[in-house]
């Protein structure tokens, strides 16, 4: 499996923002689409948004108009920039990516997830 590892979680106030980042690390050829879930504390994993390799985004209603999904061909890395942050959207927010390296296509790889909270 390829490492996936994502950073810029924390805990903000509500109305502020954060910018998480997530890359895979070894030898990587590229990455195909990549994607931003979260989970609640007992709730389902939901998709947040996705990026495909050419830059077309989509995003579940309760983010769209304040998160932003973009991405680094060259360093294989997938942002989320929040903005406006509301406290339901604390979670744990987990990238996702179809990843090629040198030896392998992994068409589904997750991170370790890193936790957001947003307090009121």
Request: glycine share 10%; hydrophobic share 30%; charged share 15%.
């Amino acid at each position: 499996q390829v490492p996936l590892v994502e950073s810029g979680g924390g805990l903000v106030q509500s109305g502020r923002s954060l910018r998480l980042s997530c890359a895979p690390s070894g030898n990587i050829i590229k990455t195909h689409n990549m994607a931003w879930y979260r989970q609640a504390p007992g709730k389902q994993r939901d998709l947040v948004a996705t990026i495909t390799r050419g830059g077309n985004t989509d995003y579940s209603d309760s983010v769209k108009g304040r998160f932003t999904i973009s991405r680094d061909n060259a360093k294989n890395t997938v942002y989320l920039q929040m903005n406006g942050l509301k406290p339901d959207d604390t979670a744990t927010y987990y990238c996702n990516a179809q990843i090629m390296t040198t030896t392998h296509y992994y068409p589904d790889v997750w991170g370790q997830g890193t936790q957001v909270t947003v307090s009121s």
